[in-house]
């Protein structure tokens, strides 16, 4: 009995054996854990995705969604993994998902949360204003939001003659709308026809805009004229000339005590 128990005892208490043996064992742990790992890694799981290119502001039904097997690896923690959360939820603005994409938190919000992001980019002391349009004085319908553009002004003067100026300069569009309120751009299957561009103005532009539209006297016309290439404009909205805005108000009355009022001798930021 000794003479087979004592090469196992010396085979046992060699170090070298004892070395071996724990790096084979750490071996097969590893090995276990990584099989382990990758096995639930590549697991299909069901996810539900766009059955056809969903456009912005659009309610998702059943029609919408088809599903895929897919590794779980690739199913990141914002990704609707169930169909019934997807069906009533509304594509968000601006928001294209296309056929075969999953379905995103950040892609779709509740009907009663869906915004207009025409707002997003207004300070708190702008005022928002509809400047009406159409085809041919956007250049057809190359005025994006986000571009800034100016508006030129023409009237007839006092002494009966034609007089064009640039009224208000850099004019940071926020949105082109068609007549039903819809975004022109935000859809890419429907042709949409700009009715009015979205801008936000400061309370004294705002109302010096206001006169200018509302006169009815001196034949006056606004149109908008963008600006020319692709770099945008670094310059703050301002009134661009001083003659056009004494022409404005001369014509109209000037409530004084008004937060907000144009008058003659507020110039702040004009060139003439």
Known sequence: MNSVLNPLKRFVSNKNTV???GVILVLVL???GYS???NNSVKPVTVPVAAKTIQPRTQITAEMISTIDISSIAVVENVYTNQNQVIGM???VNTIIPEGSMFYHQA???KDKLPDSAFFDMAEDEIPYLFSVNLETTFGNSIFPGSKIDIYMKAIDDDNKIMVGKLLADVKVLAVKDNAGNDVFENTEEQRDPEYLVFGLPDDIHILLRKARYLTT???ELFPVPHGGTVPSEGELRVSTEYLKDFINSKTVILEGQE????????????D
Request: hydrophobic share 35%.
């Open 260 to 271: 907000g009022t144009v008058s003659g001798e507020d110039d702040t930021n004009s060139e």
């Open 19 to 21: 070395t071996i043996i």
């Open 36 to 38: 382990t790992q990758v």
């Open 108 to 110: 779709l919000v509740e």
């Open 90 to 92: 509304y594509s968000n």
């Open 218 to 220: 001196g034949a006056v």
């Open 30 to 32: 590893l090995y276990w």
